[in-house]
């Protein structure tokens, strides 16, 4: 496995513990690594993962509800909304270079070995949606557009009429 997937494999089983049994961040974060050491700019992405999305939840949360409506995202297991919420920061946090196309077959592949067996199919079209939404990719798709921090307008949460 290359450094930057395994950055993404710890950084979702670090994301995974945070959000099941709410042990300090800092802490699962630096035991992961520990057990499984990365070359530096490996171990920045999986801190950069960890940490951003962390910091964005609300925001990376309210991106899924927009896009995927029809499942509360608390409701979601929680293997697929952590791979939503980093595949997301990547996509739209302006400190990610990672390209559109990469964060969403990285969030796929999570999705594939960590899922259910729709997971995969369900993580993929929640982030086409996004993508074709945020407008993310040029018209023809080979060239990611430049990143803009996404922010959702105060009437999303209320009313879609």
Same mark, same amino acid.
Do not use: C
């Given at each position: 496995?290359?450094?930057?997937? #395994?950055?993404?494999?710890?950084?979702?089983?670090? /994301? +995974?513990? &945070?959000?099941?049994?709410?042990?300090? =961040?800092?802490?699962?974060? #630096?035991?992961?690594?520990?057990?499984?050491? /990365?070359?530096?700019?490996?171990?920045?992405?999986?801190?950069?993962?960890? +940490?951003? *999305?962390?910091?964005? $939840?609300? %925001?990376?949360?309210?991106?899924?509800? $927009?896009?995927? =409506?029809?499942?509360?995202?608390?409701?979601? @297991? &929680?293997?697929?909304?952590? &791979? /939503?919420?980093?595949?997301?920061?990547?996509?739209?946090?302006?400190?990610?270079?990672?390209? *559109? %196309?990469?964060? &969403?077959?990285?969030?796929?592949?999570?999705?594939?070995?960590?899922?259910?067996?729709?997971? @995969? #199919?369900? *993580?993929?079209?929640? /982030?086409?949606?996004? *993508? #074709?939404?945020?407008?993310?990719?040029?018209?023809?798709?080979?060239?990611? %557009? $430049?990143?803009?921090?996404? %922010?959702?307008?105060?009437?999303?949460?209320?009313?879609?009429?």
């Amino acid at each position: 496995m290359k450094p930057r997937q #395994r950055a993404r494999y710890l950084a979702l089983q670090a /994301l +995974f513990e &945070i959000d099941s049994v709410g042990h300090d =961040p800092e802490e699962v974060v #630096r035991r992961r690594l520990m057990a499984d050491p /990365l070359p530096p700019p490996a171990t920045e992405l999986m801190r950069s993962l960890v +940490f951003g *999305v962390l910091r964005d $939840r609300e %925001r990376l949360d309210e991106l899924i509800a $927009r896009f995927a =409506p029809e499942w509360p995202v608390e409701q979601l @297991p &929680i293997v697929d909304r952590n &791979i /939503l919420r980093m595949a997301l920061w990547e996509l739209t946090d302006p400190e990610s270079d990672t390209p *559109v %196309r990469v964060a &969403i077959n990285e969030a796929v592949e999570l999705a594939k070995l960590f899922g259910s067996e729709s997971s @995969p #199919r369900f *993580v993929n079209g929640v /982030l086409g949606m996004a *993508v #074709r939404t945020l407008g993310l990719v040029d018209e023809d798709k080979k060239r990611p %557009r $430049r990143r803009n921090k996404v %922010r959702l307008p105060k009437s999303s949460k209320t009313s879609e009429a």
